[in-house]
């Protein structure tokens, strides 16, 4: 793989299969976030022109915002370290072993969770699910220092196997001479002419650096290029599953390098509803424009007009004056309603919450949960794809680099390995918390009798639980802690009751030894 020329050659070699996807990725980007994916040539001076609409820009921000929340929620997990079933059987045999080791693996995952909030890749992770929506392609790489940086699909190529895995990936970089590091200017110094070589580098001259990433046996090898020679020392090796880079899509298709992106499926909706809101924004600039026609023949003077305050006497006829109407409103009022079925196909395409509640005076919460629950489950397919190109690698190399950094211990190969628990997997958990409550409110008019003998509230109270994603160690009690505090209350009551028993038997006894003794006293009297 790495002999294939320079990797200035194989990019731009690789760029023209790129071409299609990044204009159709531009094309989205123009009618939602012109910044996020800009033209060729633009750069920080450009001044981006601004769409007629702002549907498509709260679109992709809201949905990115649902995404980043669903797939990596704040202060909680989005992955769990399992262990296989052989190695969870072996434990199951001695006594408090499972729960020491599932211990353990709790503290593994919130000491990972705490480094990721630390680094602050959550905004790298909202600006890398902006680009999937409008691009459907998005580049993470992950370097050994820490944080995530996030490259567009403009500035890297890549390509795939059959399987859809990434074999050979580009990134290029272009920076100024000046703040590119000692080594690279030295290797590069005799590419500048005289000029530059006596007075200093020219401080606009700029250097293009290829980073290449490519597998060969099983493992993901990289080295780097300044201007097309190879820098010493820049090779890389790591893992497969554990690579520093992350090629994600937004869609998988059989056989092509990229994917595409969720806006492209709407973009006949964008387009139409870009066109009306612009033509229906000029007919109203033009409508509310106040314009008097004066009769050229008449007794009132166009200057008396233009010239008189408000409130003040001008001699004239009124037939002479006339304001200028443009007599659209017909026409303007079928644009407004087209526009307004546009808004309303795209809010529920984007998962907007205008989406979620129809128009109506009562309208229930239970209809508003099962919308919203509607609108959630068509992006199964997504979380299904995000979870394994996206959350896992990226946990994955994560755990990596805080092995390497000795920030965490290095567990044994295939003993435990982490599990996303968020995305799809919690869109079951919600399906079923439903199927739950279904289930309790139809067996509700039975009475607490009858759900008392035939229910186990124990099991019901831990099912909920785990389709709520909560830890219940410590928070629910156990079956053990129940016996215990069943024989520790039935042995205080037999202690009461033998105490009551006492109390009963003392005056008893003390009734009895009274009579004795006036017994035995009356015959003495006598």
């Given at each position: 793989?790495?002999?294939?020329?320079?990797?200035?050659?194989r990019?731009?070699?690789?760029?023209?299969?790129?071409?299609?996807?990044?204009?159709?990725a531009?094309e989205?980007?123009?009618?939602?976030?012109?910044?996020?994916?800009?033209?060729?040539?633009?750069?920080?001076?450009?001044?981006?022109?601004?769409?007629?609409q702002?549907v498509?820009?709260?679109?992709?921000?809201?949905?990115?915002?649902?995404?980043?929340?669903s797939l990596?929620?704040?202060n909680?997990?989005?992955?769990?370290?399992?262990?296989?079933?052989?190695?969870?059987?072996?434990?199951?045999?001695?006594d408090?072993a499972r729960?020491k080791?599932?211990?353990?693996?709790?503290?593994?995952?919130?000491s990972?969770?705490?480094?990721?909030e630390?680094?602050?890749?959550?905004?790298?992770?909202?600006?890398?699910?902006?680009?999937?929506?409008?691009?459907?392609?998005?580049?993470?790489?992950?370097?050994?220092?820490?944080g995530?940086?996030?490259?567009?699909?403009s500035?890297?190529?890549?390509?795939?196997?059959?399987?859809?895995e990434?074999?050979?990936?580009?990134?290029?970089?272009?920076?100024?001479?000046?703040?590119?590091?000692?080594?690279?200017?030295?290797l590069?110094a005799?590419?500048?002419?005289?000029a530059?070589?006596?007075?200093?580098?020219?401080?606009?001259?700029?250097?293009?650096?290829?980073?290449?990433f490519?597998?060969?046996?099983?493992?993901?090898?990289?080295?780097?290029?300044?201007?097309?020679?190879r820098?010493?020392?820049?090779?890389?090796?790591?893992?497969?599953l554990k690579?520093?880079?992350?090629?994600?899509?937004?869609?998988?298709?059989?056989?092509?390098?990229?994917?595409?992106?969720?806006?492209?499926?709407?973009?006949?909706?964008l387009?139409?509803?870009?066109?009306?809101?612009?033509a229906?924004?000029?007919?109203?600039?033009?409508?509310?424009?106040?314009?008097?026609?004066?009769?050229?023949?008449?007794?009132t003077?166009?200057?008396?007009?233009?010239?008189?305050?408000?409130?003040?006497?001008?001699?004239?006829?009124?037939?002479?004056?006339q304001?200028l109407?443009?007599?659209?409103?017909?026409?303007?009022?079928?644009?407004?309603?087209?526009?307004?079925?546009?808004?309303?196909?795209l809010?529920y395409?984007?998962?907007?919450?205008?989406?979620?509640?129809?128009?109506g005076?009562?309208?229930t919460?239970?209809?508003?949960?099962?919308?919203?629950?509607?609108?959630?489950?068509a992006?199964?397919g997504?979380?299904s794809?995000?979870?394994?190109?996206?959350?896992?690698?990226?946990v994955?190399?994560?755990?990596?680099?805080?092995?390497?950094?000795?920030?965490?211990?290095s567990?044994?190969?295939?003993?435990?390995?982490?599990?996303?628990?968020?995305?799809?997997?919690?869109?079951?958990?919600?399906?079923?918390?439903?199927?739950?409550?279904?289930?309790?409110k139809?067996?509700?008019?039975?009475?607490?009798?009858?759900l008392?003998?035939?229910?186990?509230?124990?099991?019901?109270i831990?099912?909920?639980?785990?389709?709520?994603?909560i830890?219940?160690?410590?928070?629910?009690?156990?079956?053990?802690?129940?016996?215990?505090?069943?024989?520790?209350?039935?042995?205080?009551?037999?202690?009461?009751?033998?105490?009551?028993?006492?109390?009963?038997?003392?005056?008893?006894?003390?009734?009895?030894?009274?009579?004795?003794?006036?017994q035995a006293?009356?015959?003495?009297?006598?």
């Amino acid at each position: 793989m790495e002999n294939q020329g320079t990797c200035q050659a194989r990019y731009e070699l690789l760029a023209t299969n790129r071409e299609v996807y990044l204009e159709r990725a531009r094309e989205g980007s123009k009618l939602t976030i012109p910044t996020l994916i800009p033209a060729s040539g633009t750069g920080k001076h450009t001044n981006y022109p601004t769409p007629y609409q702002g549907v498509g820009a709260r679109g992709v921000n809201n949905l990115a915002s649902k995404l980043l929340l669903s797939l990596f929620p704040p202060n909680s997990p989005f992955f769990a370290m399992r262990v296989d079933d052989f190695t969870a059987d072996e434990l199951t045999q001695e006594d408090g072993a499972r729960a020491k080791v599932d211990e353990q693996l709790g503290k593994y995952e919130r000491s990972v969770m705490q480094s990721i909030e630390d680094s602050g890749d959550r905004s790298a992770h909202f600006e890398a699910l902006k680009h999937l929506i409008v691009g459907g392609n998005v580049l993470l790489y992950l370097p050994k220092d820490g944080g995530t940086r996030v490259f567009p699909l403009s500035r890297y190529v890549v390509t795939r196997d059959a399987m859809g895995e990434m074999i050979e990936c580009i990134i290029e970089e272009e920076m100024a001479f000046a703040s590119v590091a000692e080594d690279i200017r030295e290797l590069i110094a005799d590419e500048l002419n005289a000029a530059e070589a006596d007075n200093g580098p020219d401080p606009k001259a700029t250097v293009k650096l290829h980073t290449k990433f490519y597998l060969e046996n099983d493992k993901i090898k990289s080295y780097q290029e300044a201007n097309g020679v190879r820098v010493p020392q820049s090779e890389g090796t790591w893992p497969k599953l554990k690579s520093p880079v992350i090629a994600l899509r937004w869609t998988r298709i059989d056989g092509e390098d990229y994917g595409r992106g969720y806006v492209e499926e709407y973009l006949g909706d964008l387009i139409s509803l870009e066109g009306l809101s612009k033509a229906l924004l000029e007919g109203s600039a033009a409508a509310a424009r106040l314009v008097f026609l004066v009769r050229p023949n008449g007794v009132t003077r166009a200057k008396d007009v233009m010239s008189a305050e408000n409130g003040a006497a001008v001699s004239g006829a009124m037939d002479d004056v006339q304001a200028l109407q443009v007599n659209k409103q017909a026409d303007m009022s079928v644009a407004e309603r087209q526009i307004g079925q546009l808004i309303e196909r795209l809010s529920y395409a984007f998962l907007m919450n205008s989406a979620v509640q129809r128009q109506g005076e009562r309208v229930t919460a239970e209809e508003v949960r099962y919308m919203a629950g509607e609108l959630e489950d068509a992006l199964g397919g997504v979380y299904s794809i995000l979870s394994q190109e996206y959350q896992l690698p990226y946990v994955m190399r994560v755990i990596d680099r805080l092995t390497r950094q000795k920030k965490l211990p290095s567990l044994p190969d295939g003993v435990a390995k982490p599990t996303i628990v968020t995305g799809l997997e919690a869109l079951g958990r919600g399906h079923d918390l439903t199927k739950y409550d279904m289930l309790l409110k139809a067996l509700a008019p039975l009475g607490p009798e009858v759900l008392g003998q035939y229910m186990n509230v124990g099991d019901y109270i831990t099912r909920i639980g785990t389709a709520l994603g909560i830890d219940l160690d410590g928070l629910v009690k156990t079956q053990e802690q129940l016996e215990k505090e069943r024989a520790e209350a039935q042995q205080q009551q037999q202690q009461q009751m033998m105490a009551q028993m006492a109390e009963k038997a003392v005056p008893a006894v003390a009734k009895e030894g009274s009579e004795a003794v006036r017994q035995a006293v009356q015959p003495q009297e006598g």
